[in-house]
């Protein structure tokens, strides 16, 4: 099972927070907004050589914690509650790989910034075996509006 949930960060107020629970969903964010992203899978048995990528919207960019000229807002609220074996930040995804993913609930958390106006798809996020394509499991996905703020 894969969920997936918004949440604007507003400051130093509580994140605005939005539920992708039915497809076709409609969120708006202005230009420059921060947004987190939250992820759970759960898995129902051990398993191994699992992927969890969650495309990104095409007005939005990632922002990775780890990059030496990272501003201090791409720090998400909370890590992973387990560690990738990798994970690879792009322009238009985070995808997380483990070689092993016990059995249990797994909470995942980055943040992306809103940089370009328009209306785009958010894909739905997913979770598969990387080499049984049978087994997988993915959110509903979303329409992001982002627009000019305010001038």
Known sequence: ??????????????????????????????IGDVIEEHIRVVNPKDRNFVAIAVPLAAGVEPLNPALATAPPEAKPSAPPTRKPSYAAFLDDSVTYFFDTLPKGTFDFYFRTRATTEGTFLQPAARAEMMYDGSVTGTSPGARVEVKRGKE
């Open 1 to 30: 099972v894969v969920t997936r949930e918004l949440l604007k960060i507003a400051g130093d107020g509580p994140a605005e927070r939005t539920a992708l629970a039915e497809p076709g969903k409609t969120v708006t964010y202005a």
